[in-house]
Every structure is written in structure tokens, then in C-alpha cells.
T-cell receptor, first 116, second 112 residues
């Protein structure tokens, strides 16, 4: 299947700082990327949907000013957690889909964020 | 509102046995039902997916059964192996490529 790469795989940051997570589609053009958040032993919760060149659509309850999403190219989307706090510590996962009907989503390997 | 309910939460099966995981959905607009396998610290990987126009799909040791009238679908893992020990998620969306709604997950442990 297609490859989606996330960077970094893990990051530790101090409370109050911002951290950026990258999601790249390596071998296809991703017109749509999704960002999920997963707490330990829980399911994936969709945070937002981003389409290349458009503003992201956030799910209810997700603060768009805190979780900044940029999808400036067909192969790269970024999630920036601003003014991070310990409660933002989680596993963040992106997925990407190509253009066209019935194209499946491919997931990145995830980023473990720890805010201390 | 949990739109996709998954059971059981955890499952222990002996090597060579059959693992069965069930999911039920509420939204009749869902048209694509994938299953994902996730290992600790990794992103989910697509195992197998089905659309409502078929009642069963098999790929290797993995089989999806789909009951449209009951709004239920299940994953059967035949001849379970220790390497199958992982968390399995069912999901649903309006179409492949659309945003996914995930079930709560099932942690499967296959004992040698």
C-alpha cells in the first residue's frame, strides 16, 4: 500500500511551548488528510479534516486555535499544538487519501507527544 | 454519540483458534466498513474492508461478515497466531476516503 510518514515519531516538550508534527504522503498525492488523537488504550478520535489549499474542518470540541493544521501541498500536512499543556499529551496520527472515489486512507505511524 | 459499537473489549484465544470481533453501527449513510490492526506505538494498518453490497469478504485468514439489515459486521481471524496479538478496530464511513468513525477497539491476545 501507499506510504504515509509522520515526523517526529515522538517528542517531549515543555508546557507552554508549541510543537509541530508533519505528515507526508511519500508516493501519492494526498488531496485529503485527517488528523486523529488517541489516548492510551482508547480508540482514535478524529480531530480535523484538511484538504489541500483549504482551511481545515475541525470536529466539534476541538480548538482550532490550539491545534493549527496546514495542508499547503499535496504531499504535506502539518499539525501544530500551540501552548501545549500536559493534558495535550497523546498519540497523534494522520491519514491521507488520494483524489478520486473510493480511495482508501493510509495511516502514518503516529507521533507520541509528551508535555512536561 | 458512539456511532460504531465494538465488542468485546478484549479477547484471549489459543494459537490456532478463531478470533471473532463484532461491530454495530447506527448511521445508515455508512457505506464502507474497514477493519484495522494496530500494534503498540504504531499507526493502524488496513486489514480488510467491505461494502454493503456483499455479505462476506475473505482475504487469507481474515473474513468480514456483513449483515446490512441488522447493521452489524464482524471480523473473523482464522488459525490465530501469536503475531496476530494486537488491537483491532472496526470503522465506518460514507465512502472509502471519507472520514472514519472508529469502534472502541478490541485487544486480542493469542496464546502460544
Amino acid at each position: 500500500g501507499a506510504v504515509v510518514s509522520q515526523h517526529p515519531s515522538w517528542v517531549i516538550c515543555k508546557s507552554g511551548t508549541s510543537v509541530k508534527i508533519e505528515c507526508r504522503s511519500l508516493d501519492f498525492q494526498a488531496t485529503t488528510m485527517f488528523w486523529y488523537r488517541q489516548f492510551p488504550k482508547q480508540s482514535l478520535m478524529l480531530m480535523a479534516t484538511s484538504n489541500e489549499g483549504s482551511k481545515a474542518t475541525y470536529e466539534q470540541g476541538v480548538e482550532k486555535d490550539k491545534f493549527l493544521i496546514n495542508h499547503a501541498s499535496l504531499t504535506l500536512s502539518t499539525l501544530t499544538v500551540t501552548s501545549a499543556h500536559p493534558e495535550d499529551s497523546s498519540f497523534y496520527i494522520c491519514s491521507a487519501t488520494a483524489a478520486g472515489p473510493n480511495t482508501e486512507a493510509f495511516f502514518g505511524q503516529g507521533t507520541r507527544l509528551t508535555v512536561v | 454519540q458512539q456511532q460504531v459499537k465494538q465488542s468485546p473489549q478484549s479477547l484471549i484465544v489459543q494459537k490456532g483458534g478463531i478470533s471473532i470481533i463484532n461491530c454495530a453501527y447506527e448511521n445508515t449513510a455508512f457505506d464502507y466498513f474497514p477493519w484495522y490492526q494496530q500494534f503498540p506505538g504504531k499507526g493502524p494498518a488496513l486489514l480488510i474492508a467491505i461494502r454493503p453490497d456483499v455479505s462476506e469478504k475473505k482475504e487469507g485468514r481474515f473474513t468480514i461478515s456483513f449483515n446490512k439489515s441488522a447493521k452489524q459486521f464482524s471480523l473473523h481471524i482464522m488459525d490465530s497466531q501469536p503475531g496476530d496479538s494486537a488491537t483491532y478496530f472496526c470503522a465506518a464511513s460514507g465512502a472509502a476516503g471519507n472520514k472514519l468513525t472508529f469502534g472502541g477497539g478490541t485487544r486480542v491476545l493469542v496464546k502460544p
